[in-house]
């Protein structure tokens, strides 16, 4: 009874033409290659085929390379947020969240999706980011999460992947939540705005799942 309101919303994107393309070929693929097997090998081609889309879904740059190349990320120029509906909606609310002074979390279940997004922010809202992973040693954690709930205006934005930032975290400092992309089990999705919501949190809340139409994601 403490707590203020959460208010948590759906915010719906469109696939650009890249993804839409890059999309129906994953479908063709995968529905191929279930027909072609059996057993363990079809569920596999299945689960795969699914994460695939989510990554479609995101960004076509989250398809390609691995999550330990964040050094290869802009090399050939920065990623540009125009090449999907996802991310060019939440350069929009980002930027209503940093002119009103605001901080946030985004949630990620890719690692690569999280050095995308921090360049990309940093490159359309010259904003500073932090990035949480679960190959962040402890001590940088820490100093992440005292940067992040200090008075500290020069990065407002903290990007997590839905792993390492689901449970055991207080980070109050944020009124805004975004889920870039959505998590198999809604337990655990859940999880991630008590890390804003909870004792200590003095403003409402807003929660935004990001969502593409016509997509596994809707």
Known sequence: PDLPDLVQTKDYAILTSEQARLYQSGVDGMLRAVDESEGTQRRGHVLAGLIKLKQVCNHPMNLAGSDDEP???????????ARSGKTMRLMEMLEEVVAAGDKALIFTQFRRMGHLLSAMIAHDLDTQTLFLHGGTPRTKRDELIARFQSDDKT?????LSLRAGGVGLNL?????????????????????????????????????????????EE
């Open 71 to 81: 050094a290869a990320i802009g090399a050939d120029g920065p990623p540009q947020s």
């Open 172 to 216: 109050t400092a944020a009124n805004h939540v975004f889920h870039f992309d959505r998590w198999w089990n809604p337990a655990v999705e859940n999880q991630a705005p008590d890390r804003a919501f909870r004792i200590g949190q003095k403003r409402t809340v807003h929660v935004h799942k990001l969502i593409s139409r016509g997509t596994l």
């Open 155 to 159: 990065a407002p934005i903290f990007i």
